[in-house]
C-alpha cells in the first residue's frame, strides 16, 4: 500500500514536503509517480522518478518549484513544493507505475491548502 | 507536453446498455520501444483512482470484462458492454509514453 503524509495548510509563497511510505511490494522495483487533484477538478499528473533516483520528470508547470526524491532503504517518495499559490490546493497521490506505463497503485491522498 | 481529449465530458446511460469513451492524444503514443503507454482509470465518488486498462487493451486484475480497450497512434476508445451502478464516476484515459498526462474526465451517470 502507499500513504502519503505531509499535507495541511500553508500560506501563499511557503513550502511544503510531501511523503509517502511504500508498504508490501519492491519499492526499488518501481517509478513513482505524483498527481494531484483539485477539489472538484480532473487529475494531474505532477513529477515521476525511475527506480534508482537518476532520472526524474516534471509537468512543465511546475518546473522549478518541485522537486521529486525517493529514499529506496527506507521504501519512502517525497515532494518538495515551494513558491506555493492558490492554484496548488489539490490533493496528491503518490501512485506506483507498473512495467507497462501505467498507475496501478494508488495512496488515498493528502490535501493541501494554500491559503492566507 | 502530450495533451489527452477525452469526449465526451458527461455521459448518462441507461443501466444495462453500452457506454463509449474516446481519448484522443495530440501526438501519436507509440513509445521507441515500439509499445504505446496509455491506459484508463476509474474514479468512484470519494475514492482515489483505480487502474482499469493499461497499454491500450489489457484489463488489470480484478476489472470486469464488460470493459474494453482499443485503439492505436493518437485515437482511443473505452467501452463498457453494459453499464452496472458500479460504474458510476469519472473515467480518465492516461499517456505514460512521455511523462504523464490525463484526459479532462468523463463523467458517467445512470439514466
Known amino acids: 500500500q502507499l500513504v502519503e503524509s505531509g499535507g495541511g495548510m500553508v500560506q501563499p509563497g511557503g513550502s511544503l514536503r510531501l511523503s509517502c511510505a511504500g508498504s508490501g511490494f519492491t519499492f526499488s522495483s518501481h517509478w513513482m509517480n505524483w498527481v494531484r487533484q483539485a477539489p472538484g477538478k480532473g487529475l494531474e499528473w505532477v513529477a515521476n522518478i525511475n527506480e534508482d533516483g537518476s532520472e526524474k520528470n516534471y509537468v512543465d508547470s511546475l518546473k522549478g518549484r518541485v522537486a521529486i526524491s525517493r529514499d529506496n532503504a527506507g521504501n519512502s517518495l517525497s515532494l518538495q513544493m515551494n513558491y506555493l499559490g492558490a492554484d496548488d490546493t489539490a490533493i496528491y497521490y503518490c501512485t506506483r507505475e507498473s512495467s507497462w506505463g501505467a498507475l496501478d497503485l494508488w495512496g488515498r491522498g493528502t490535501m493541501v491548502t494554500v491559503s492566507s | 507536453d502530450i495533451v489527452m481529449t477525452q469526449t465526451p465530458l458527461s455521459s448518462s446511460v441507461t443501466l444495462g446498455q453500452p457506454a463509449s469513451i474516446s481519448c484522443r492524444s495530440s501526438?501519436?503514443?507509440?513509445?521507441?520501444?515500439?509499445?504505446?503507454?496509455l491506459s484508463w482509470l476509474q474514479q468512484r465518488p470519494g475514492q482515489p483512482p483505480r487502474l482499469l486498462i493499461y497499454m491500450v487493451s489489457n484489463r488489470f486484475s480484478g476489472v470486469p470484462d464488460r470493459f474494453s480497450g482499443s485503439g492505436a497512434g493518437t485515437d482511443f476508445t473505452l467501452k463498457i458492454s453494459r453499464v452496472e451502478a458500479e460504474d458510476v464516476g469519472v473515467y480518465y484515459c492516461?499517456?505514460?509514453?512521455?511523462?504523464?498526462?490525463f484526459g479532462q474526465g468523463t463523467k458517467l451517470e445512470i439514466k
Open positions: 501526438q501519436s503514443l507509440v513509445h521507441s520501444d515500439g509499445n504505446t503507454y
Open positions: 492516461m499517456q505514460g509514453t512521455q511523462s504523464g498526462s
